[in-house]
């Protein structure tokens, strides 16, 4: 508000040419000092670089975590059990020569193999090779003379892949497998020869 209040003098005796002093005086409430709103603090943009960073950390974490998860499952999962391995099998033969064919000295002939699966599973034969003891004659040749017939597996053993399934008796043939050697008596010609064999495979 504005007061004015009329002096004829100055206090100090210098006139004031007979006007009156004016003064302004403010109300209480117009010179407080102004109210200003609160306003609550800003939030912090990132920039790019920082985001960045923060991202990557972030990933970090995720793959430590997840390495950390795997490292555990391996420590207390039990590795998976081995698939059982095939049993080995092997067996003590008699092969024989084939009777359509007569042998003579420094002939060839095949080489006949029964094989008897008893097992209540069936089995594989992998090879057959020479087995224990000799070369025998049947008996009418043998009293004919044949007592020491040269007949030989030509080959030491034969890789095979036999099927036989269970408690079946199968027959096979090694083509030109027997070898008759010159100077074999002449009473062997025409006989029936029982071959040692050894036979090796697996169960199936």
């Known amino acids: 508000m504005i007061r004015r209040d009329v ?18 005086e403010l109300e209480p409430a117009d010179h407080e000092e102004p109210t200003w709103e609160v306003r ?3 939030r912090r943009r990132f ?5 960045t960073i923060l991202g990557l950390a972030a990933v970090a974490a995720m793959l430590a975590n997840a390495g950390a998860a795997w490292a555990y499952w391996r ?3 039990p590795d998976p059990a081995a ?3 095939p049993v080995t099998i092997e067996m003590v033969l008699r092969g024989r020569n084939d009777l359509g064919q007569v ?25 057959i090779g020479i087995g224990p003891g000799n070369v025998v004659a049947d008996p009418e040749h ?10 030989r597996v030509a080959r030491t053993y034969y890789p095979v892949s036999w099927e036989v399934a269970k408690n079946t008796v199968g027959a096979f043939t090694l083509p030109r497998a027997l070898s008759m050697e010159h100077g074999t008596a002449k009473a ?9 064999l050894r036979a090796r495979g697996t169960e199936r």
């Not at 042998?103 to 594989?124: A, E, H, S, W, Y």
């Open 40 to 42: 609550g603090p800003r």
């Open 188 to 196: 062997c010609v025409g006989a029936d020869f029982t071959v040692p």
């Open 75 to 77: 420590l207390t999962q």
């Open 103 to 127: 042998m003579r000295p420094g002939d060839n002939g095949n080489l006949l193999v029964t094989v008897t699966n008893d097992r209540n599973v069936p089995i594989r034969i992998t090879s």
């Open 47 to 51: 920039d790019r670089r920082s985001r």
């Open 7 to 24: 002096l004829t003098n100055h206090p100090g005796g210098d006139p004031w040419d007979g006007r009156p002093e004016a003064r302004i």
């Open 83 to 85: 698939a059982p391995q």
């Open 142 to 151: 043998r009293d004919a003379g044949c007592t020491a017939p040269r007949v």
